[in-house]
């Protein structure tokens, strides 16, 4: 008899789409290697006494919050809960597998389930981690050649958690009060909020609090191998196309009104157009205003493009793509020169080309964002929605209070119990042998002071 009463077999999970996931994989991977690149960008600007500590200051971060996402970051960043940060059921990713729906279920709003529909959560997640990693090494360009690697191991792992979470939470995550999952609808489609303005202010207090190398201004040398400049440019501008375009997080078409849409294909382009532009704006602002045109011009208006573009590049067209260029660059070049007037000490200028450029960057989203181009994004002022803009400014005031608020915080209690900068001697010295017990290149051919 219970052979003739046949059970209904259990519904079968829907499977992850394996292109998806394969280019999401990949994308996380390219975002990966932004931290190595940011290495050697910001690595040929310093002394050759400093090169290693300067590497490891974006190095370290990799094993730092490579091992705290998964403890908690991610949960905190992510996981249903306040509006201001996620809840702690993800902890040690605690029901974070390979389910691809549902997860997100029971919390508001209810329509959205899942962050990314056709690959598995811990895609998601790795993906995301590699955000987590670049975005506290961007700071370390502000504070480089003078602050100890205790502390400043110290200040990543606080900062990611404290500054980074929070605002990660309130732009991206479901029910986050600046977002688009039920928040005040913020357009920041790959970290213009939460990675560049974040990062840049934090810049900024970072390097008012420690105050300036004791070489500054009157002793300050010249960037000590350019070609590592321009080896880290190029290599953040190939892995910000998983920074941007794998923000789409799939490369399936779709439609939006009668409109034929690819969100991946759409921020791939607008990156590298945005990018060619505001390289091309900063060599023709040099030949102009300076006479020459320079290498590092080149490379750092590259990587103020790239900026601008980041919170707007699934949402606007080539051709608005270039204007962000042009302006982000524009803007960037006088925040440098201004930096300089006021003579705060932010070494590799973080603020000026990231937080500058980011805060552009958000601003022009809000005036150049289309549904022509995403239909889940919303029309900014030159479509008729100026409330868009007004939203964008609370989530930039919201970014600059938080980041600048929380870094002088951190700074201080790390400052109060280990210290924050290294000894006068060894900042002369070099930190690579005071703080590694080693040297990037043989002393016989060193810059150390005699």
């Known amino acids: 008899m219970g052979n003739a009463f046949a059970q209904t077999p259990a519904a079968t999970p829907p499977a992850a789409d394996t292109g998806d996931t394969a280019f999401m994989l990949i994308s996380a991977a390219l975002v990966l290697l932004m931290t190595p690149g940011l290495a050697f960008f910001y690595g040929g600007f310093v002394r050759s006494r400093n090169i290693l500590n300067t590497l490891m200051m974006s190095f370290v971060l990799m094993a730092i919050v490579g091992v705290t996402w998964i403890l908690w970051g991610y949960s905190l960043a992510f996981a249903p809960g306040l509006p201001f940060i996620g809840g702690l059921q993800w902890l040690g990713l605690n029901g974070v597998g390979l389910e691809i729906t549902d997860y997100l279920k029971g ?3 209810a329509e959205v389930v899942s962050y990314a529909g056709t690959i598995p959560h811990q ?3 790795i993906y995301q ?3 987590a990693i670049i975005t506290p090494a961007l700071i370390s360009g502000a504070i480089v050649e003078r602050m100890s690697f205790r502390a400043y191991s110290l200040f990543v792992l606080l900062w990611s958690t404290f500054v980074y979470a929070p605002l990660a939470h309130m732009v991206w995550a479901k ?3 600046l977002g688009l999952y039920g928040g005040l609808g913020a357009l920041d489609f790959a970290g213009g909020t939460v990675v560049h303005i974040s990062s840049g202010v934090s810049a900024l207090v970072a390097a008012i609090v420690l105050g300036p190398r004791k070489t500054h201004p009157d002793r300050l040398s010249p960037p000590h191998n350019v070609p590592f400049i321009l080896l880290g440019a190029a290599l953040l501008w190939f892995g910000w196309f998983g920074f941007n375009a794998g923000s789409a997080l799939s490369v399936a078409s779709g439609t939006s009104g009668n409109v034929v849409t690819n969100l991946a294909t759409t921020a791939f382009v607008a990156t590298n157009t945005a990018a060619a532009a505001a390289a091309l704006m900063w060599l023709i602002l040099e030949a102009v205003l300076r006479g ?3 290498a590092v011009g080149a490379a750092t208006g590259a990587v103020a493009g790239l900026v601008g573009i980041t919170p707007a590049a699934g949402f606007v067209t080539p051709l608005s793509a270039i204007l962000v260029g042009f302006v982000t660059a524009l803007v960037c ?3 440098v ?8 000490d932010d070494a590799l200028d973080t603020y000026p080309v990231h937080g500058v450029g980011g805060t552009v960057g958000a601003i022009l989203t809000a005036i150049f964002a289309t549904t022509q181009v995403n239909g889940g994004g919303k029309d900014g002022v030159l479509r008729g929605n100026f409330g868009e803009l007004g939203v964008e400014l609370v989530a930039i005031a919201v970014a600059y209070a938080i980041a600048g608020v929380g870094t002088w915080i951190i700074l201080k209690v790390i400052d109060a119990t280990v210290g924050l900068r290294v000894k006068e001697e060894a900042e002369l010295q070099g930190l690579d042998i005071n703080e590694h017990g080693e040297e990037g290149y043989n002393s016989e051919f060193g810059d150390r002071p005699t």
């Open 337 to 344: 020169s201004f930096k300089h007037k006021l003579e705060i």
């Open 175 to 177: 029910g986050g009060f």
């Open 107 to 109: 919390s508001n709003p």
């Open 129 to 131: 981690a590699m955000f």
């Open 333 to 335: 070049f006088y925040a």
């Open 123 to 125: 895609a998601f997640m």
């Open 292 to 294: 020459k045109p320079t």
